[in-house]
Antibody
Framework: EVQLLESGGGLGQPGGSLRLSCAAS????????MSWVRQAPGKGLEWVSS????????YYANSVKGRFTISRDNSKNALYLQMNSLRAEDTAVYYC??????WGQGTLVTVSS | QSVLTQPPSASGTPGQRVTISCSGS????????VNWYQHLPGTAPKLLIY???QRPSGVPDRFSGSKSGTSASLAIGGLQSEDEADYYC???????????FGTGTKVTVL
């Protein structure tokens, strides 16, 4: 059974940093592109970032470019999102997704002083 | 602001057919395939349709997708109470060099 389990969410300070992790199991992680998608309170789904299977290509939404970094460790079946220079508008539930048929339950990030 | 436009809401009585549109452009829907997701707040989004009209195993055949030009549609036939959820279309945008989601449609079963 495919499982994706996000962690690392919580309260972050404006201008601060958080690192999200996504633990994958039940499939050959190293052969799939992965993404992060978020949903702010009362808003729709917003794509954040994607990475290909071998980490040679990464993509970012304009809203996070230059502040967030996506990475993966295929030896650990793990996906990461390093979030720097946090803003209030980054407050959201963050989901990791296996392109594009399986998603995790999400982890809540709240940016507030 | 999303580049894929969906109606904010749709509704129907049990057994009715509901259709949700997804309007894009030549840089996204017009050149690629569309996925559709069902989402209940607090839960993992569920893939309903991929490649514009394909259903993953386990998705009832009353869910169907289509695409024509720069627009796509999701149809829910034989509406059931458990279909009350938010629905999103999604695809890749060649101009933005990123994935895009639709604005979302809330389906209500009356």
């Amino acid at each position: 059974e495919v499982q994706l389990l996000e962690s690392g969410g919580g309260l972050g300070q404006p201008g601060g940093s958080l690192r999200l992790s996504c633990a994958a199991s039940g499939f050959t992680f190293s052969t799939y592109a992965m993404s992060w998608v978020r949903q702010a309170p009362g808003k729709g789904l917003e794509w954040v970032s994607s990475i290909n299977a071998g980490s040679s290509a990464t993509y970012y939404a304009n809203s996070v470019k230059g502040r967030f970094t996506i990475s993966r460790d295929n030896s650990k079946n793990a996906l990461y999102l390093q979030m720097n220079s946090l803003r209030a508008e980054d407050t959201a539930v963050y989901y990791c997704a296996k392109h594009w048929d399986c998603w995790g339950q999400g982890t809540l990030v709240t940016v507030s002083s | 602001q999303s580049v894929l436009t969906q109606p904010p809401s749709a509704s129907g009585t049990p057994g009715q057919r509901v259709t949700i549109s997804c309007s894009g452009s030549s840089s996204n829907v017009g050149v690629g395939t569309v996925n559709w997701y069902q989402h209940l707040p607090g839960t993992a989004p569920k893939l309903l349709i991929y490649n514009s009209n394909q259903r993953p195993s386990g998705v009832p055949d009353r869910f169907s997708g289509s695409k024509s030009g720069t627009s796509a549609s999701l149809a829910i036939g034989g509406l059931q109470s458990e279909d009350e959820a938010d629905y999103y279309c999604a695809t890749w945008d060649d101009s933005l060099k990123g994935h895009v989601f639709g604005t979302g449609t809330k389906v209500t079963v009356l």
